[in-house]
């Protein structure tokens, strides 16, 4: 065999396995790191879903608050939001959502401190620091 007939012979030849591995392994980096952007995205989106539901949520008792009449002897209560609004009043039903709970205490006579905890339901967890809210009597 003359020298031209071996390079040609090793310029047809195929890949090597060394090649081929170097090439899966590269391929295979290149699909974890993508499925971990999704997942991270997934769970970034969650969050973010989350937190507005509590924003809202703590923005709406606000104003119930606010809108309502002084009552010296207000109970405090729950509301449960799901992402579209409340689903019930007192006792959360839905398997998702954000609970408000709202606690009254008589700070001085005719001055009320109102407390908004916003919490994560089912899970329980508290979403930020709860709100205070002061209305006084006229």
Excluded: H
């Excluded at 006792?91 to 609970?99: A, F, M, N, Y």
């Amino acid at each position: 065999m003359t020298a031209k007939q071996a390079r040609r012979r090793r310029a047809q030849a195929g890949t090597t396995l060394v090649e081929l591995l170097v090439a899966v392994v590269i391929m295979g980096l290149a699909l974890t790191l993508i499925v971990g952007l999704f997942a991270t995205g997934i769970v970034d989106s969650t969050l973010s879903k989350r937190d507005v539901s509590a924003q809202a949520a703590t923005q709406y008792e606000m104003e119930k608050i606010a809108s309502g009449p002084y009552d010296s002897n207000a109970p405090g209560y729950s509301d449960c939001f799901g992402t579209d609004g409340t689903v019930s009043a007192g006792s959360c039903s839905t398997p998702s959502g954000v609970r408000a709970d709202v606690s009254v205490t008589q700070v001085s006579n005719g001055l009320q401190q109102w407390t908004i905890t916003v919490s994560a339901w089912p899970a329980a967890t508290k979403i930020g620091k709860p709100i205070s809210v002061y209305k006084a009597g006229k």
